[in-house]
């Protein structure tokens, strides 16, 4: 990084850390006692409880009430603006809970729409960490529509809002705010296999106007870092079991597609194929309370929501896309890792594929197999990646995890992958974390892979001549065997007001794991930067936080490849929930053999949501970058915008753009210039019947995706969908034809699947 970049940096930096001193004052607290890892008692209900967001059932006569509510954000444990009451009971087969929220209900934010769609609600949560580990935890959300929202949170990767449960809700709008029933079955929860259970539990109500308020039963300390560690407790759940029976889940697939016989040439033929149909089933045996078997034959791992488009004119590795299969949902948490050694997706098109998950006090045990009829293949490089289809292969992954005491573990996995044109791809990796005390915290992951390549050079005959590891090896399926090593270790402070982390990582150039996702080798990577939070009282900001850091990486060789260092505020303000981001980075780095110095990009980031039926987001980057396909620095030009529309309770309209552009500063050649736009259109006709349109237009290929779906959900997995895909593509003027639209591809589509629980 040269002088003058150096220079605006340390201004930069500067003057964020100078605007929040000048902004801080104590927060003020009301005369108000909360309560910190409350403890509660229950019983079992007094009668029956019918879901349906009425409380006046005889069996809340006798439940557990609790009122005493803190704002844990952004208040810190003062008294809430709103009071809310929460019932809870139980009986063998179901954890009752009832929300009553008191508010004027013509303030009350509430959409119809699916499950986990919601997002700038009223809502109520329920939290439960049924091992008490603070390692994973379940989180059931309903907002005052009775909308479901379910998640499974872990330590490592946070929420996952992919997962979902089979449970009850309702809830209905009153005079005084909302009221909310939930009914949480022990058949789909984990837990102890004992006959008294003590879970950590916590309530929380979010309360959305001007500013985003979260209320909680428990207090916090936002000096400890361990959030599931602050929850309360419940006892008095005795006698309950997981449930020993069968979950059969089958589906029944159909789609019809068709395409241009030449897709280079409008005026070719359209091409129909026959109409397929697949039969799938899958089962689910809950061995005991915390060991739960499945197995699935010929399974649909089909998306219904279609992956939104990235921009990747401008990257040289493989894209990363969300995990959104149910079959993976079970144990989720138990398989995920620093290094993401088991990347779900890496399972493409399996024929089979069965799996074990279990869990004892402070142990979780996962094993997965399946045969992959379509195998990604991912080739690493220091600058690059490529991914090919080898094939058919088998996978196997097992993993277990030891919790020795709150946040603490430590975990071993194990995945290889065979070929069936000879090769294979073994793992073995050993991580563990580390709580040390309040606010810190040391994470570590070692891995080492063994890889036998297959023996089919012409698959791969387009990589010719490409070598690694100093020319040792041949990129390309040639018989090879090689190993290699990865390490990843980090130390962090998460506090209330002085956050920190530093980050050392590196792969070698002869590390591939073929199960995983780690799609740049060969380097060694220290990483870092530190935040200090800032809580004006008397102004129009809530939170303002000035942060520095930086990044730097070299090769195995000892060349510097990449050095950038960065500073910047973010922070909160009082109206519209507006958050905001304003950063500054500079450096350089080496890419092919060559040094691009004077990089730079200045960036703005912004999101409010105006009302209830409008939310707004944006952000604004540019500076000088590498064009890498170009080989040359170029001012490049980076803008999202985002639209959230709720003309009436059951219709959204989200819309986004994400617009790239970046040319010579001195010739003015431009480098790349394009935009994505996707747009989503839900209409919620009843709680289980819903429509969807979903467009997309890719200006960089000049094509169009339309996809039309009709829904009709009963539950989380019994569902029936029917719906289209139809892709277009603009074919340039020619001497054959003039300039037109066409549809190159289309699909239609049919899926029925119902959950049997026997």
């Given amino acids: ?33 909360p309560v910190f890892r409350p403890v509660l ?145 022990f058949s789909s929860l984990r837990f102890p296999n004992s006959d008294i259970q003590k879970w950590k539990i916590d309530f ?55 395409q241009l016989t030449d897709v280079s040439n409008p005026n070719s033929s359209f091409s129909n194929k026959k109409i397929k149909g697949e039969l799938s089933v899958g089962a689910k045996y809950s061995v005991t309370s915390d060991i739960t078997a499945e197995a699935s034959y010929n399974p649909d791992f089909s998306q219904i929501e279609a992956d939104a488009q990235q921009i990747d004119v401008n990257s040289t590795i493989a894209l990363r896309y969300a995990e959104r299969r149910p079959f993976f949902q079970e144990g989720s948490d138990i398989f995920q890792t620093m290094f993401n050694s088991f990347y779900t997706r890496m399972i493409n098109d399996p024929q089979y594929a069965a799996k074990v998950t279990g869990r004892t006090e402070g ?8 045969r992959d009829e379509n195998s990604p293949y991912i080739f690493p490089l220091d600058e690059r990646s490529i991914t090919i289809n080898s094939g058919k292969s088998l996978v196997n992954v097992i993993r277990g995890l030891h919790t020795f005491s709150d946040a603490s573990k430590i975990g071993v996995l194990i995945s290889d992958r065979r070929f069936e044109n000879g090769g294979y791809g073994t793992v073995l990796s050993l991580d563990g974390t580390l709580r040390l005390g309040q606010s810190y915290g040391v994470n570590g992951q070692y891995i080492r892979t063994y890889t036998k390549e297959p023996n089919n050079p012409t698959l791969t005959k387009r990589f010719g001549g490409i070598t690694f590891a100093d020319g040792k090896h041949t990129l390309g399926f040639d018989g090879e065997y090689f190993s290699g090593d990865a390490f990843i270790t980090n130390i962090r402070r998460n506090s209330r007001n002085w956050n920190f982390y530093v980050d050392y990582n590196q792969i070698e150039p002869a590390y591939r794991t073929e199960t995983g996702y780690d799609p740049v080798v060969n380097h060694r990577t220290v990483s870092g930067n530190t935040r200090y939070n800032f809580y004006p009282e008397q102004t129009v900001i809530s939170r303002i936080a000035p942060y520095i850091g930086g990044f730097e990486r070299w090769n195995f060789d000892g060349q510097k490849k990449i050095e950038n260092y960065f500073a910047g505020c973010n922070g909160d303000l009082k109206f519209a929930q507006t958050n905001f981001n304003v950063g500054y980075g500079g450096g350089s780095e080496v890419f092919n053999n060559s040094k691009f110095d004077g990089l730079w990009t200045m960036q703005f ?23 890498y396909f170009a080989m040359r620095r170029g001012n490049e030009k980076l803008v999202n915008l985002s639209v959230s529309v709720k003309p009436i ?72 969908y029917v719906g289209s895909t139809f892709d277009f593509l603009k074919f340039p003027e020619s001497p054959m034809y003039e300039s037109q639209w066409k549809v190159s591809s289309r699909q239609y589509f049919m899926k029925l699947q119902y959950l049997f629980q026997i």
């Fill in 363 to 370: 142990n979780s045990l996962g094993y997965v197999v399946a």
């Fill in 204 to 258: 929380w109500r979010i309360h959305p106007r001007e500013v985003y308020h979260q209320y909680s039963w428990a207090a916090y300390d936002k000096n400890e870092q361990c959030f599931p560690c602050q929850w309360g407790t419940v006892e008095g759940i005795s006698n309950v079991e997981s449930g020993k029976g069968f979950e059969i889940l089958p589906a029944i697939v159909a789609n019809q597609t068709g």
């Fill in 41 to 185: 008692e229950i019983g079992k209900s007094s009668g029956a409880i019918v879901i349906d967001g009425d409380l006046s059932d005889q069996g809340w006569m006798n439940a557990k009430k609790i009122n005493s509510f803190v704002e844990r954000n952004p208040g810190e444990n003062i008294l809430p603006l709103v009071e809310t009451i929460v019932s809870i009971t139980h009986d063998a087969d179901y954890l009752y809970v009832a929300f009553k929220c008191k508010d004027d209900p013509n303030s009350i934010r509430a959409t119809m729409c699916q499950r986990d769609q919601y997002g700038a609600d009223d809502a109520v949560s329920l939290l439960l960490d049924t091992y008490g580990t603070a390692s994973w935890a379940y989180i059931f959300n309903v907002n005052p529509y009775g909308i479901q929202k379910d998640k499974l949170w872990s330590s490592i990767s946070g929420e996952d809002l992919g997962f979902d449960l089979v449970w009850k809700s309702a809830a209905k709008i009153t005079d005084d705010g909302y009221q909310v029933e939930m009914a949480i079955p």
């Fill in 605 to 627: 980031t912004v999101n409010s949501q105006l009302t209830d039926a409008i939310g707004v987001g944006g952000s604004y980057m540019f500076g000088r970058s590498i064009a």
């Fill in 649 to 720: 309770d059951r219709l959204t309209i989200d819309g986004e753009v994400d617009f790239a552009k970046s040319n010579n500063s001195e010739t003015g050649e431009e480098y790349y210039n394009g935009y994505i736009a996707r747009t989503r259109i839900q209409l919620q006709v009843s709680k289980e019947f819903s429509f969807r349109l979903l467009t997309q237009y890719n200006n960089f290929n000049e094509g169009w995706d339309i996809d039309p779906l009709l829904t009709y959900r009963l539950s989380s997995f019994s569902v029936l």
């Fill in 1 to 33: 990084m040269n002088k003058q970049s150096s220079l605006k940096l340390w201004m930069f930096a500067i003057i964020c850390i100078l605007i929040g001193i000048l902004s801080f004052k104590a927060f003020g607290r009301p005369d108000f006692q």
